[in-house]
């Protein structure tokens, strides 16, 4: 598996679990309606890690990169 493939697979499962543990949180406190979609939406765009591409000498690095650390994670 390439690299690229690999990276944006990661952001896609750690973006939809964040949206699926959100959202069951949310929906233990209050009833299903539009913010119970639209919340957890934003707080998984917020936390879950971005994909990073960056050009070196050696060809583009690919990576993931969070609010939490500085550097990104490289594949």
């Known amino acids: 598996m390439s690299p690229k ?3 944006f697979l990661i952001y896609g499962v750690c973006f939809t679990a964040l949206f699926l543990i959100t959202r069951f949180i949310l929906l ?4 299903q309606g539009v913010w119970t979609t639209f919340v957890p939406i934003g ?3 917020v936390f ?3 994909p990073h591409i960056e050009e070196t000498k ?4 690919y990576g993931l ?3 939490f650390s500085k550097e990104p994670f490289r594949f």
């Open 28 to 31: 233990q406190f209050i009833e």
């Open 58 to 61: 050696n060809g583009k690095e």
């Open 43 to 45: 707080i998984a765009m």
């Open 65 to 67: 990169k969070s609010i």
């Open 5 to 7: 493939i690999r990276v």
């Open 48 to 50: 879950s890690p971005k």
